[in-house]
């Protein structure tokens, strides 16, 4: 079983698959989400506008992931998950994080994914604290790999205090 903290630009990761910090459009936007959508080529927002919506204007609600290939991307998919934002702690958003770490491998298990990269979701505008976020990805991804020791997860932090963040969790 591996889970890696790396300090990375994950658009940057020659990996299965890397994981999207998106919003329900899955049209684009900012942080992590410009930047791979940036690195793909446009064939990407092609590909995602495809994916259909499960209601108006929303092509994946919050703790679900959708696929798509990786395009210009070294990594060959991109999962697209969306992180709750954050609005204090007791909306639901541990519960809500923790869903998009399990979506994300569930559907990378669907489809013979093994090495898969995260980004630190929710933790840039969605405003979600990252020493929670890093306890609650964790102990998630955890669970996952307990049954599946095959899976190689890279969590790709950008910067190194976000990564020491990350990596005081993963040695706790
Ligand atoms: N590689 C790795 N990590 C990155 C990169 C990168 N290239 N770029 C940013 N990060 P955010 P969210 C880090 O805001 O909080 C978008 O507009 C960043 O420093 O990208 O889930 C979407 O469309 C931070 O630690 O995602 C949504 O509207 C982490 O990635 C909204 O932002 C996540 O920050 C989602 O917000």
């Known amino acids: 079983m591996s889970i890696t903290v790396v300090t990375a630009d994950l658009t940057r990761l020659t990996l299965d698959a890397i994981v999207n910090a998106a919003n329900p459009g899955l049209l ?13 080529g446009p064939a990407l927002l092609v590909a995602c506008r495809n994916l259909p919506e499960v209601s108006p204007g929303v092509r994946c609600p919050t ?28 909306d639901g958003e ?10 994300c491998i569930t559907l990378a298990l669907e489809h013979d994914l093994h090495s898969i990269g995260f980004p630190a979701i ?7 604290p990252p020493e929670q976020a890093a306890n609650v990805a964790i102990a ?9 020791p095959m899976l190689d997860v890279q969590l790709c932090c950008f910067g190194d205090r976000m990564a020491a963040t990350w990596q005081n969790a993963l040695s706790a």
Request: charged share 15%.
């Open 28 to 40: 684009g936007g900012g942080g992590v989400d410009g930047a791979i959508h940036r690195a793909a």
């Open 63 to 90: 703790g679900e992931a959708r696929l798509t290939p990786g395009f210009a991307l070294p990594a060959r998919f991109v999962i697209h998950t969306v992180g709750p934002v954050w609005h204090g702690g007791q």
């Open 94 to 103: 541990a519960e809500l994080l923790a869903r998009c770490y399990h979506s």
């Open 122 to 128: 929710s933790c840039g505008v969605y405003g979600y």
């Open 140 to 148: 998630a991804l955890r669970i996952r790999l307990a049954a599946h």
